[in-house]
């Protein structure tokens, strides 16, 4: 069994802590059994590698997620790369590739895709295991796992099953899916053993291989990322879900939450406050989350989130708060805290002048034993001042120490990478007509591999 984990998202729905890299699955809120802070995306990765189901994971996701995965997961993941974001149908069919043409997976191999970040218990997985079994049993096309409802919710998506099924059944056939009904009707389709839909289906390799060669699109994974503009941008609930002849569904009898929004994240926050603030006794039901240097007071308020990051600040009254994804839907602004594969960073500021020349200025923290990628840029000019630590600088091809104090200045088409000894803060100037993410040209990653492009 292979288990196919799909990290995406815009990062609206949890603005401003969210952002285009930064989405709700990596928001370091959560606490786990030692206290620490974790996100949905770590807690996720530590139940399937309690269920023993580490092996038989991947993640696909985008480009602007990549850096974070590996930053919270470790570099050992194994990541498959949407060229571009085109919906839960084209990023499916780029996996089942990768696994067919890359992997060697065998056709006869159950394949399981669920979301990156349910907040669920263990046994969840654990539940996900048996879909391969009702697979084989059913001789469906695809198997989901629904949740049983513990409630008529009006936020979820239904799975019918056909009617007279009982609801002690092992698992079920689907007669269809109802998305987001009224109470009413959410009430009377749990009276016929409907399930809350959580995103989680299986299906035998070869049924999506034998799709893509009906369609004419490729199964070999480097033709699939060279035409995979031409994949149609829908759901893989609309292009083959809503299209296959058999399917059931497997319920599961436990917690399960969609942690999508501020009112409902926060159910889940253990403490009120986190970062530098204070919340009257007079409030109740109340949550700062602050990842500003400023203290943010809160007198009297009951049942409000207040979020605050580089990116803005958000007060609202909990109920309200979904209502941001909206509000913020024609945003493109930059995101201003980041983090990557070798640390973090935030911008502290950026200007643009009449004569069209642009300052941004970068605070960057680099972990121990870790190195930025050996790169150049088309379109800036850097200085750099080493505000602590220590760690080995180069630059066009020359090595040498840099330590807390030093100034370097690196001009367009300057090659240099760094490498932290100890933990290094860096302030980061940056000039030049265009400062954007995407000018950077990397020539490597691995250290050992850059010395070995570089002269002593």
Known sequence: MKIVLLSGGSGKRLWPLSNDSRSKQFLKVLRNSEG????????????????????????????????????????????????ERRDTYPAIALAATYLYS??????????????VDPYVEESFFHKAKELQQVLNESGADLALMGVKPTYPSEKYGYIVPQSG????????????FREKPREEEAAAM???AALWNCGVFAFKLDFIINILLAHGLPIQYDEMVKQYDKLPKNSFDYEVVERANLIV????????????????LTEEIATPLIGKGIITEGSSNTHIINELDIPITLLNLSNVVVAASPDGILISDKASSPMIKE???????????????????????YMKYPDGNEVLTKRICIEPGQNLSYQYHLLRNEVW????????????????????????????????????????DIIEVQTGSELIEEDIVRLAFDWNEIMQLCTV
């Open 102 to 115: 890359v992997e060697g997976v065998s056709l006869n191999e159950t394949v399981v895709v669920m979301p």
């Open 36 to 83: 620490q802070f974790e996100s949905m995306v770590q807690r996720v990765w530590g139940q399937i590698d309690s269920a023993g189901l580490r092996e038989h994971a991947l993640i696909a996701t985008s480009k602007p997620q990549v850096e974070m995965i590996y930053n919270q997961l470790g570099s050992e993941i194994e990541v498959i790369v949407e060229p």
């Open 385 to 424: 001042t080493v505000v602590s630590g220590n760690g080995e600088m180069i630059l066009n091809d020359k090595r040498f120490p840099v330590k807390a104090g030093d100034v370097l200045v690196i001009s367009k088409q300057s090659k240099h990478s760094l490498r932290a000894e100890t933990e290094m």
């Open 190 to 192: 749990i009276e016929q």
């Open 165 to 176: 099924t009982a609801h002690d059944a092992p698992y079920m056939n689907v007669q269809s």
């Open 327 to 349: 509000v913020m839907k024609h945003s493109e602004q930059r995101p201003m805290y980041e983090e990557r594969r070798w640390g973090r960073y935030r911008v502290l500021d």
């Open 249 to 264: 569904a497997l319920p599961y009898d436990g917690e399960w939450k969609d942690l999508g929004t501020w009112n409902t």
